[in-house]
């Protein structure tokens, strides 16, 4: 099993940017896929971007922001991370990050057995 740990989150305006980390624990970080999802007030969690094991050659992004979010990892300091630019109030949400094992990546939500916490991002108008 792996523990993880979202971090980075906050407060920021419009066209802002900010990069959330997650860190793991507990095993071989470079043999899970990764994955960031998000859950806004009243709504369902949803993906927002998916990275491969073991280097990080795959990603995925759902398609609203794509050009802005970057997903990426650094398999020596055990870290994914999520690099988010041109942020717009429709980002607010609580970011979750979470591993798969045995897929080398997956966009799907049933796939991650492992998740964080999550932390907070909210983007003001």
């Known amino acids: 099993q792996v523990q993880l740990a979202e971090s980075g989150g906050g407060l920021v305006q419009a066209g802002g940017s900010l990069r959330l980390s997650c860190a793991a624990s507990?095993?071989?970080?470079?043999?899970?896929?990764a994955g960031w999802f998000r859950q806004a007030p009243g709504k369902e969690r949803e993906f927002v971007a998916a990275i491969s094991r073991p280097s990080g050659s795959i990603t995925y992004y759902v398609d609203s922001v794509k050009g802005r979010f970057t997903i990426s990892r650094d398999n020596a300091k055990n870290t994914v991370y999520l690099q988010m630019n041109s942020l717009k109030p429709e980002d607010t949400a609580v970011y979750y990050c979470a591993a798969a094992e045995g897929f080398r990546v997956t966009r799907k939500e049933y796939e991650y057995a492992y998740w964080g916490q999550g932390t907070q991002v909210t983007v003001s108008s």
């Open positions: 507990g095993r071989t970080f470079s043999s899970y896929a």
